[in-house]
């Protein structure tokens, strides 16, 4: 009777079944082997076990940082063997590439098989030592994300525009991307290989995609601690996502789950700040706001440069299409009107707030001598937008109500 069902019910079934629940089920008769046997199945399964890495390419590929894929999927067709046994042949490409995955995820080695230590002893070693070198990299990873970001932020401040530095920079994320995938070929759900990736598109401004990778670490946080509680370790990861966390120095005497918690909550900080950013760009209403900058993200959008023409010409008395010195004081102050108003005059918060952004405007106005251009306005607004939106956006709330008035 059970043989009768149509193929797409076993396949339905076999994608809540365990690996070996699956397997097992080859072992009754040749049907169920030729329905099972099927690569679109194992690849669905590989996909669902050990992640997406198409995909976390491709996220990285719009994000502007190019991966070699042949570098990083070691379980790829290019990288099974030529030489195959007899069980080998008789699953089809798919199997075979999943059963790689698997005993390296899982730590399966005919050394540990054959060894006439205890293998579960032998297994918790090899356990360690993968936590050591994997939270080493993740480590490397971090102490680079902070370098790239200093380097960034003296760049910004020389206000430079040297494309073979960016090339370098996007170069040296594509680098670091590519250790962190790397890692995730034994670790494909350590949240903190999300939590990075993340980070670093996060960097590069691409809040979308950011968004993206910071859901799945999430979500892996999430089912982690869904399974502590309930005493299901379907991923069986946990211990060893558990031991790379107190490598990290994240807390060595926490429990298991207050490591995932707590990487969790580190995750959302990140999630919701880039979140906060994109609202911020597109704007709140839609009906009345309008985005900061073109979907490519490489120049203001138009409705704002025709209200920074206008702001532009409010400001220029002498009306030369330029601001001076004097005339570029009123524009700091006006926008920072609300500050002096509810704040001291002796208040450091207002003071820091209007020196920033005559610093800021001064470093456009170095290009024209004395003088700031609408272009070098424009150029401002639009470096303030990428790092900053909702300072951005609440500018605009100020000159929109001026230009009401």
Known sequence: MISNLPEEIFHMVASHLTTSETLNLFLINHRFLNILNQNFLWKRKYINDFGDLELYIK???????????????????NHLPVSIGSETKLYCRELNRYKQRYTKVHLISPTMLDSKRNSKDLLNEEKTKRADSVAQTLTRVKEGLLDIENTLSQKNNKSENNVEHINDIIGFFGHLSTTVLLAMNEFPWEPECFHLLGFICYMLGSNEVALEFLKIGVAVCEHEEYSHRNDNNSMDIDEMSAQIEKKLHINENTADLGIILKKKNEIMALYQTVESHIKNMRGTNPSEDFPLVTKDHKQ?????????????????????NYLNLEEL??????????????????????????????????????SFETKLSFAGLCRFYFDQSLEDPEETRNDINKLQLLLDF
Do not use: H, W
């Open 59 to 77: 996220l990285l590929n719009d994000a502007g940082i190019p991966i070699d894929e042949k570098e990083i999927d070691l379980f790829g067709q």
């Open 329 to 366: 004081g009123y524009f700091v102050t006006y926008l920072n009107v609300d500050n002096m108003i509810t704040c001291p005059v002796s208040s450091m918060s207002t003071t820091s707030s209007i020196q920033n952004t005559f610093d800021s405007l001064i470093t456009q106005l170095k």
């Open 300 to 320: 203001l959008d138009e409705r704002f440069i025709l209200l920074l023409k206008r702001i532009f010409g409010k400001f220029d008395l002498d009306n030369d």
